[in-house]
């Protein structure tokens, strides 16, 4: 498949990110113009956590991934914040960030998008970019940028391999919050196994309403909804759902089925037994998105009030290959990845 070197080195990188400790320091970094990024000394990096923080091994992680991989080249230092248990404190995050003299910060997720449209004005000097929330209208101010992502691309794709790998014709899809994000990888997952095998049944179920976002930390209720799917006969079950996700691996350990993970490579920081049924996970390059976004602050390339969209043509999302799971339908997965580069599939964004 293309890129299979790149999506594997990058996904060793994220792999071995989840055992280094965050650093932090009190150093007052300079900065100039929020707009246009620069950076003057050291880099002080300011990274604001969704929901489960470091070491949900998917969204958070891989953003850390990328962080982690700017500062080895770059140099600088990172202070990571996570939200309260109920995430009434995200604006707080922001602003604790900013005025510590952090400078780029970056907020992970689209549960940032009010109040990072409040804080942001209110520093002006300070460049923000904010992973899964768009700023292209310049709403949320001239010093913040979208890190967005053509997750129905890659969905599209796994679902392909569903497809090509289900024996029972019936594959599931567990989505964390029921969200037009969420919804996103719901449609390509299914409309890419429509591709393959017409009429295949696509179980759908959201482990929580949307404004509820307790869906993404709760394992058990991915397990029970995952083990209910498998139970009416579903073979393979693909997840976007933060930390819930471990929940349906553990569901499909036990039932002797397969799942497909998201965001990062979840075969390389699963126990074995998980290794065993992840078939493959649908890559969101987080990490690279944020690295690229660090370095262009750094070379003072940052316009702002703009965003950057990352999909299959710039290798921002795909599938992992780890285990060699897909390998034999690595052709039939490279031939529709070519299609929708070149126009001949419009995936859908919505269900």
């Known amino acids: ?179 037009p994000l969420i919804e996103k990888f719901e449609a390509g997952f299914a409309a890419g196994a429509e591709a393959v095998k017409p009429g295949i049944q696509v179980q759908v179920q959201y482990l929580s309403p949307a404004g509820d976002f307790s869906g993404f930390g709760d394992p058990q209720k991915g397990k029970l909804v995952a083990q209910g799917m498998y139970q009416n006969g579903a073979d393979i079950v693909f997840h976007a759902a933060g930390g819930s996700g471990k929940g349906v691996f553990e569901a499909a350990v036990e039932a002797g089925k397969r799942a497909i993970g998201v965001d ?29 976004f660090i370095k262009a602050y750094a070379e003072g390339d940052v316009e702002g009030a703009t965003d950057i969209t990352n999909d299959l043509s710039t290798g921002g999302v795909g599938l992992s290959e780890s285990g060699g799971y897909i390998d034999d339908i690595a052709d039939q997965i490279a031939e529709f990845e070519q299609q929708i580069i070149d126009g001949e599939i419009t995936v859908p964004t919505t269900p």
Do not use: W
């Open 1 to 179: 498949m293309r890129r299979a070197r790149m999506t594997k080195a990058a996904a060793l990188l994220l792999a071995g990110s989840l055992a280094l400790a965050a650093c932090a320091s009190d150093e007052e970094g300079g900065s100039s113009s929020g707009g246009n990024g620069g950076s003057e000394g050291d880099l002080k990096i300011g990274l604001a956590f969704d929901t489960g923080g470091r070491g949900d091994q998917s969204f958070n992680d891989s953003a850390v991934a990328g962080v982690e991989a700017a500062i080895e080249e770059l140099g600088g230092t990172v202070q990571e914040l996570s939200p309260n248990d109920d995430a009434s404190n995200r604006a707080e995050l922001l602003t604790q960030l900013a005025e510590a003299g952090h400078n780029p910060v970056i907020a992970v997720g689209f549960n940032y998008d009010d109040v990072i449209a409040e804080v942001a004005p209110e520093f002006p000097d300070t460049t923000f970019a904010q992973v899964d929330g768009s700023n292209a209208d310049g709403a949320k101010g001239d010093n913040v940028t979208g890190l967005l992502f053509a997750e129905e691309q890659g969905s599209f794709l796994a679902g392909v391999a569903a497809a090509l790998k289900t024996e029972t014709d019936n594959i599931g899809f567990v989505g964390g919050v029921q969200s």
């Open 264 to 292: 990062s490579d979840q075969y390389l920081t699963a126990s074995p037994d998980q290794q065993a049924v992840i078939m493959t996970s649908m890559l969101k390059r987080v990490d690279n998105a944020v690295e690229n």
